[in-house]
């Protein structure tokens, strides 16, 4: 069984950072490609990054292209969603999921998820 576990959200004024940690497995992380989430009241879930194992295939949505980072600690079995330059319209339910979307076509969407974490809350908001 895959658990996943999502800390570090929060809230923070417009402009503000914040950043987001998964854990699991080592296995996991070796095994399936993490995804990040995120949802908001009312919303379908939608695909915010994704880091494959070894760090390879790295994708961003559009809106999040350049302020957001993706990445895997070398060091313990965690992946991290680094947050920059936070708007009202990020805030959400951050979610993590696991999933074997190394070859999909696409940007990945909830269906191709195998496992979730119960999600983080991030709030920007003056």
């Known amino acids: 069984q895959v658990l996943l576990a999502e800390s570090g959200g929060g809230s923070v004024p417009p402009g503000g950072s914040l950043t987001l940690a998964c854990a699991s497995s080592?296995?996991?992380?070796?095994?399936?490609?993490v995804v990040w989430f995120r949802q908001s009241p009312g919303k379908e879930r939608v695909m915010v990054a994704q880091?494959?194992?070894?760090?390879?295939?790295?994708l961003y949505h559009g809106a999040v292209q350049g302020r957001f980072t993706v990445s895997k600690d070398s060091g313990a079995p965690k992946v991290y969603l680094e947050m920059k330059y936070l708007r009202p319209e990020d805030t959400a339910t951050y979610y993590c999921a696991a999933g074997q979307t190394q070859k999909k076509p696409y940007l990945p969407e909830a269906h191709d998820m195998e496992y979730w974490g119960q999600g983080t809350r991030v709030t920007v908001s003056s």
């Open positions: 880091i494959c194992p070894g760090g390879r295939k790295i």
């Open positions: 080592e296995d996991t992380f070796t095994t399936f490609c």
